[in-house]
């Protein structure tokens, strides 16, 4: 996703290299990794070529978009999350959550995952 989330358009080709070696490393400490997964903040930069080449320079060949965001980081009760899962979770479907103190996705989450 990157290290502290700026819009990818707004980045040189290094500024971007910065984001996703410093999201690597962090990852890396955690045992984890990316395996070429991608997706940019803000939904910044899909159709943008600097942007895809960058990553596909960095190794990253995704670069995903969502199917729906819950809008938890925005207050949303459990029940309008509900909805909204109910309604546009399709197969293959990607939602984004954002799971954090500050949102209520975090308190919706299982919830979201029995439905």
């Known amino acids: 996703h990157s290290y502290d989330h700026p819009a990818f358009t707004g980045l040189t080709s290094a500024g971007r290299a910065d984001q996703l070696d410093r999201a690597e490393a962090a990852f890396r400490r955690l045992g984890l990794g990316t395996d070429g997964w991608f997706r940019a903040p803000y939904r910044d930069g899909y159709l943008d070529d600097g942007v895809r080449a ?5 190794g990253y060949w995704i670069s995903y978009d ?3 965001d819950t809008t938890g980081y925005r207050g949303a009760g459990t029940e309008v999350i509900l909805d909204r899962v109910r309604r546009y979770t399709v197969p293959g479907a990607i939602v984004l959550m954002h799971l954090s103190s ?3 996705d975090t308190a919706a989450l299982p919830a979201v995952i029995a439905t």
């Open 102 to 104: 500050e949102s209520t």
């Open 54 to 58: 960058d990553l596909a320079s960095r």
């Open 66 to 68: 969502r199917t729906f």
